[in-house]
């Protein structure tokens, strides 16, 4: 099995959760509990697809990295992005499910207190993952050694 459309999927995954996130929040600002419900438990679903494929990809290479082959103030930024996309990216996932879990079981307000904080960090993971397939799939200099 070939992985080479796995990152561009993965890529694909992240910015339909985003999406979907920005939605579940103008939805439950509206008053639109149960399309707030749908959109969110959506996000959520389509960010477990997304960890599936990468997971799938990553042991598919072996786990290995894709290098960013730029030098200078743009592998200074790809380095801060990733430093701080990477650890954030592993909060998303229990923060996702205690959202869900309050938020199915009307505990509102610890709901509304987790998701003041979980909300702008997925959104961020997402927005981040999105610009890391970029950079390393499309505007990497020659000499990368793509995975």
Known sequence: MDSSALPALNASLNAIATVLLIWGRLAIRRGAVA??????????????????????HKAMRDFENTSYNAVG??????????ATHVPLAATVPVMALFL????????????RRLARWAWPIWIYVGVTGVLIYFVLYHWNPPGAGLA
């Open 73 to 82: 103030v743009a592998k200074t930024l790809y380095l801060l992005m990733l």
């Open 100 to 111: 869900i879990r309050f938020g199915l079981t009307n505990q509102l307000e610890r709901h």
């Open 35 to 56: 399309l707030h419900k749908r959109l969110m438990i959506g996000a959520f679903g389509v960010s477990t697809a997304f960890l599936a494929s990468y997971v799938t």
